[in-house]
C-alpha cells in the first residue's frame, strides 16, 4: 500500500505549524457488499499510519460508511462529520479552519459548514466550470497536499 507523495512531509509540516489534522471520509463500499466493514477499518488504520509516518499528527477519524441513497446526515456533502468534528474538538475555529479534498462533496461540506476550502487537484477550467456550476467554488486550489501545504504556511508567516 502507497501514499500520494509528499503525504506524510506536508501533514508532519502542518502539524508542527499548529495546525489540528482530522479526516473526514465517505467510505460506502461495505454498505455497497463489496467489501467488509472490518476490511475498510483495517485499511483505514495502515493509511493513517503510513500518513504520519513523517511525524504529523491526525487527531481523529470520522467516516460515513452509507450509501449515497440511504440520505444519512453523515455523508458529504452534508455536514454531519464536520458537526461531529467541531464537537470533539471544541478548540477548533470555523473561521480558522479548511476542508481539504479532491471532490466536490469535500468543496460542499466545508462550505456548508462555513471553512474555508481547498480543492487538490490541477486547476482546469472544465473542473473550475463543474465547481462553479454546483455552487463550489474553493477558496484555494492545489496541486496536491504539498503544494497546499506550501501555500497556506507561507501566507501564514
Same mark, same amino acid.
Given at each position: 500500500?502507497?501514499? &500520494?507523495?509528499?503525504?506524510?512531509?506536508? =501533514?508532519?509540516?502542518?502539524?508542527?505549524?499548529?495546525?489540528?489534522?482530522?479526516?473526514?471520509?465517505?467510505?460506502?463500499?461495505?454498505?455497497?457488499?463489496?467489501?467488509? *466493514?472490518?476490511? &475498510?477499518?483495517?485499511?483505514?488504520?495502515?493509511?493513517l499510519e503510513l500518513a504520519q509516518s513523517a511525524g504529523? =499528527?491526525? =487527531?481523529?477519524?470520522?467516516?460515513?460508511?452509507?450509501?449515497?441513497? /440511504?440520505?444519512?446526515?453523515? *455523508?458529504?456533502?452534508?455536514?454531519? =462529520?464536520?458537526?461531529?468534528?467541531? *464537537?470533539?474538538?471544541?478548540?477548533?475555529? *470555523?473561521?480558522?479552519?479548511?476542508?481539504?479534498?479532491?471532490?466536490?462533496? /469535500?468543496?460542499?461540506?466545508?462550505?456548508?459548514?462555513?471553512?474555508?476550502?481547498?480543492?487538490?487537484?490541477?486547476?482546469?477550467?472544465?473542473?473550475?466550470? &463543474?465547481?462553479?456550476?454546483?455552487?463550489?467554488v474553493p477558496t484555494l486550489w492545489?496541486? /496536491?497536499?504539498?503544494?497546499?501545504?506550501?501555500?497556506?504556511?507561507?501566507?501564514?508567516?
Amino acid at each position: 500500500m502507497d501514499l &500520494l507523495p509528499d503525504v506524510p512531509e506536508a =501533514l508532519s509540516r502542518l502539524t508542527s505549524a499548529g495546525y489540528g489534522l482530522v479526516v473526514v471520509s465517505n467510505q460506502p463500499a461495505s454498505a455497497k457488499g463489496k467489501t467488509t *466493514r472490518e476490511n &475498510l477499518e483495517n485499511v483505514h488504520a495502515k493509511v493513517l499510519e503510513l500518513a504520519q509516518s513523517a511525524g504529523g =499528527l491526525i =487527531l481523529s477519524s470520522h467516516i460515513c460508511y452509507h450509501r449515497a441513497e /440511504d440520505q444519512c446526515a453523515c *455523508r458529504k456533502p452534508r455536514p454531519g =462529520l464536520l458537526e461531529d468534528v467541531f *464537537r470533539r474538538h471544541t478548540a477548533f475555529s *470555523r473561521e480558522a479552519s479548511w476542508m481539504v479534498g479532491d471532490g466536490i462533496a /469535500d468543496i460542499q461540506a466545508g462550505q456548508s459548514f462555513g471553512l474555508k476550502t481547498a480543492m487538490l487537484a490541477k486547476h482546469k477550467t472544465e473542473t473550475a466550470d &463543474l465547481l462553479k456550476g454546483k455552487n463550489a467554488v474553493p477558496t484555494l486550489w492545489a496541486e /496536491d497536499l504539498m503544494d497546499f501545504c506550501t501555500q497556506i504556511l507561507t501566507k501564514k508567516n
